[in-house]
């Protein structure tokens, strides 16, 4: 059995502040895109785990892993499972890629095993597997919240174009949060986003960009600030760093600028990717 384990961007990131417990509260407007990786799973005599990258763990460390680990501690799973995992979305690139594979095998092992799970249920799974997991699970347009738990969705039909660049470094989501320094941290509307994504407001949504992890994340990875440099020159209307980074977007209504845009960052041996957000 397959299910496509999708990426997301964040439109708009506040790290609204720094828990007692060590976590940051956060305030999110995260979509899903039309980017995935391809996770296989069928009943097996154990489990194992075959994957298209060989710099990626096979054991516990790995996303999948752990989620399948998670559901058979919790509902007394005696099955295994054979798993193949085609990877497409990069690492360390704040596009979620190892929470949207987990995501897909707690899916998929939901539908296989017939738990008949529903959405609450699977976000407390999710949680207990990693921050982006919830919303993974959910795939729908969301204003987040918490440390990633609380989702709230939203209707929205956006008209634009995304060009996704990561440059070869990437970042390290610890990193990037340990760096923070709230005595100067941008904190954006993402209220304002949400509107904005609901009335069909380009220019909404191009004035409320923001990501309080941009800052710290430039730099760590200084070659972020190029990649947003020249999609801006390039003429993109709106430019922002995904995540924790390193991956930045451009967004435009003009398809043909996207198409230039991707072959002329690659060139410069970039990642590139073309996508939409999902509706």
Do not use: W
């Amino acid at each position: 059995m397959k299910d496509r384990a999708f990426a997301k961007i964040n439109l708009c990131l506040d790290v609204v502040r720094k828990r007692e417990d060590g976590y940051h509260e956060l305030k999110m407007i995260m979509v899903p895109i039309d980017f995935y990786d391809v996770l296989e799973m069928n009943f097996a005599q154990e489990t194992s785990m075959k994957l298209n990258r060989a710099y990626l763990p096979v054991n516990e460390k790995n996303t999948v892993i752990k989620a399948i680990q998670v559901m058979k501690d919790t509902y007394h799973l005696e099955e295994n499972f054979a798993c193949v995992l085609q990877k497409t979305i990069p690492t360390q690139a704040g596009l979620a890629g190892g929470s949207a594979d987990a995501a897909a095998a707690i899916r998929l092992i939901n539908r296989m095993c017939r738990l008949h799970l529903n959405d609450e249920t699977m976000i407390e799974l999710g949680r207990q597997v990693g921050a982006d997991v919830p919303f993974c699970l959910i795939n729908r347009p969301a204003l987040v919240g918490g440390i990633g738990e609380e989702i709230s969705t939203f209707e929205c039909h956006p008209d634009f174009e995304l060009l996704l660049v990561k440059p070869r470094r990437g970042v390290s989501t610890k990193a990037a949060f340990g760096a923070l320094d709230f005595d100067h941290i941008e904190h954006p509307d993402c209220e304002a986003m949400r509107t904005a994504l609901i009335n069909q407001d380009y220019g909404g949504v191009i004035h409320s960009l923001g990501n309080s992890l941009e800052a710290v994340s430039l730099k760590l990875v200084p070659e972020i600030r190029q990649v947003k440099q020249e999609l801006v020159e390039l003429g993109f209307d709106g430019v922002l760093m995904s995540g924790s980074g390193s991956t930045v977007f451009g967004i435009t209504k003009d398809r043909s600028l996207v198409t230039h845009g991707a072959e002329v960052m690659k060139h410069q041996g970039n990642f590139v990717r073309t996508t939409r957000i999902m509706r």
